[in-house]
């Protein structure tokens, strides 16, 4: 068991060096690590955002507010079908629970009618990629000439994941526009987006930058204007919107299709300053499509007000004053500087889908980060002193061997860690110090079963080998157990406390792979070598 | 060459099982104290489990706190508590959930902000919805039992039933005493304790495998000897390595405390407090749980009929 073939034994000092080879770039200054060789390793371990400063936010798509549009949306088709295109008379209204009720008033055309609005219903795959079939994404109920058209469960996820996955593309493009490339924006679970950004001091404009809708529609303003006295009612067809700078004044404004272009539309928005009063706005230019839509509506209203309306706020209502033909045009609302760099990315960037808000945040200053950063070290530092003065002073110099095992752990630990550029956060050092604590639990169950095997005086070879076979699955059992708490830790886990796991993890692994193979190699060579009589443990 | 000491002379010979009577009942009493304790003073959860914002500040000489709360008092953000956060410029500011949805709580950030001036340095933000802190509840209960449970499988495949039933005694006595500690001392109860009471878990766990690991051995070495005796036998062996290893973790978890930070001064006062209160049992409840449920060992193949003979014997 003490003799060690000679590839046996490179290849554990191999792995050994490989794992300080990837700490190596932590402890080296920059100015250092510039100018290794690019075969070498030279990444540093990923730091956390508890270290390094930075926001954590995770925001939640709004699903009442989605199905609210998904339900206009449908409504709006219902009608295009049914009258638009077959002149089929009907009435529409939306149930509380969101579910649509269609009356048709053509007695003679109930059958078509249910035939077209069967069309409207698109299969879904339901489950993770289609396994569980298709179900459809509509659901209509019918009582005699009422319809009942609702979303079902199935289609509803189709549409939130799909919301999901274009927040997820439109923050990205956001983000990108905005310099922030180092924030990583990921899924979590069906209905949830993590956007995590280091070195924000004030995350305000990344707040903004995610989380506004930004859909911008222009929409003629209603004839009859709010005067502010009690009991006023909205006409028909019109809503009221607060302005977005002083939400007390109200304005009311078309619905109607007819009335409204959409801002989905746009091309291109880009910050500027209005020629004659200098003030700063947003231009933008529409596609063909917008362009021509917006075109007419203008032709048709010259004179009249309209809104342009963000997120369902009003930013300026200004007179039509000559038709807007060529497609490109201006948002003025006392807007600064900063409001119309900001407004012109998330325009350009496209709207999202559907409403987002924050759920969670987490958001560590930068002084925080570095003290914690510091205290880490020094704990890390004064921790690891403490262990190998404590191994030296119970068992002489068995605990120096114990030592070089230990610091051999520690390079491989944080070399693993640096390799698979996992990310080490305050807890993940806390976890480091613990395993360094625990490891030489493994070779104090070695350390013992020798000295109980002298004990029971078996020979000085003897006693070591029977001392490390013995010891072994004690180590194994032990190590496995904790493993599982890990692994457990991990799966719960969101960010620092996953840091934890890891860290804990890897160091157990680490540690049963010292305990098995380092420190057996340095007994095996310090019995072939110095040939003892006694055992000094 | 270095002296070694030995902590733990040779041949020691504690008879411990006759105090495990005693042990068993000082704690089942524990026990009860900390589910009373846990019942009715509650715990003092973080907003990890409660939900609402924290702010950590620090301020540029030391904090006035009287005056921060009166400032913060004024603006209406219904119960919030101030506490002074390892120096005396660092101060932590919670308070609850707003009514109003995610807009509200921003809203409330910026008041506390305009409030403090900007002479304040904003170490740290956190804010949890009602709804991630419900899930987080749910996630932190989940884990603790899957854990125990995984921790359950393990042992019994790897032992007899009668072990494992004696490893999870002794790690929800870990944890209910922990919970105890926590409904008793009001100190914050946050996700990173359950990391803590998680990692207790595996490390109590690591000391009763190694102790049980010894019995079973012994088990088979020395058929006609009483259980009692053979236990006292197993612990007496392993009680060098249990100190020491102890000892070492202690020693690493002490340098956590005093210089890792505030951050993660509760976690590291909790595995502290874990170490102890595991060490303690996997000697006094692991270990003589096995001789009330009798414990023995169903032979392998290779020890043959002597110790099948041994298990018929009444």
Redesign the interface.
Known sequence: MFRLSLWKTLSILGIVFLGFLFALPNVLPDSVLKQMPSFLPNKRVVLGL?LQGGSHL?W?VDKQALIRTLTQQLRGDVRQNLWNENKIRHTISVRKDGALVVTITDPDKVEKAAEILKKLSQPVQVGLFGTGGTAKEIEIAREGNRFILRYSQAGLDARIRRAVEQAIEVIRRRLDELGMTEATIQQQGPERIIVQAPGMKDPATL?KAVGQTARLTFQLLCEAQPTGQPGERVPAGCAEMPDAKNPAMKYWVQTSRRATVEGADLVDAQPAFDSRTGEPIVTFRFNQKGALRFGKLTQKNVGKPFAIVLDGKVVSAPVIQTPILGGSGQISGRFTVEETKLLAIILRSGALPAKL?????????P??GS??IR??V???V??LV??LA???????????IADIALIANLGMLVGLLTAFQATLT??G??GI??T???A??SN??VF?RI??EL?AGRSVLNALETGFSRAF??IL??????????V??Y???SG??RG??VT?GIGIITTVFTAYTLTRLIVAFWVTTARPKTI?? | MLKPIKLVPDNTNIRFMPWSRVAIIASTIAILVSIAGAVMLGLNFGIDFKGGTLIEIRTEGPANITELRKKIGKLGLGSFELQEFGDPRDILIRFETQPGGEKAQQNAINRVKAALGDKVDYRRVEVVGPKVSGELTKDGIIAVVVALLGVMIYIWFRFEWQFALGAVASLTHDVLLTIGLFAFTRMEFNLSIIAAILTIVGYSLNDTVVVYDRIRENMRRYKKKPLPELIDLSLNQMLSRTILTSLSTLAALLSLYFFGGEVIRGFTFTMIWGVLVGTYSSIFIAAPILIWLGAKLIPTDEEGKAAEVEAARP
């Open positions: 508890d995770l939640e707040k808000t924050i759920v969670e945040e987490r958001t560590v200053g002084s925080l003290d914690s205290a880490g020094m704990a890390s004064i921790g403490a262990v404590f191994m030296i002073f119970t068992y002489g110099f068995f605990g120096i305050l807890p050092i806390a110090v613990l360094l604590g625990m030489v639990d104090v169950l013992e000295r109980e004990r699955g004690t059992d032990a190590n496995i157990t904790t493993l599982i708490a890990a457990v830790l799966g719960l886990g620092p406390v934890f796991a804990l000094p443990i």
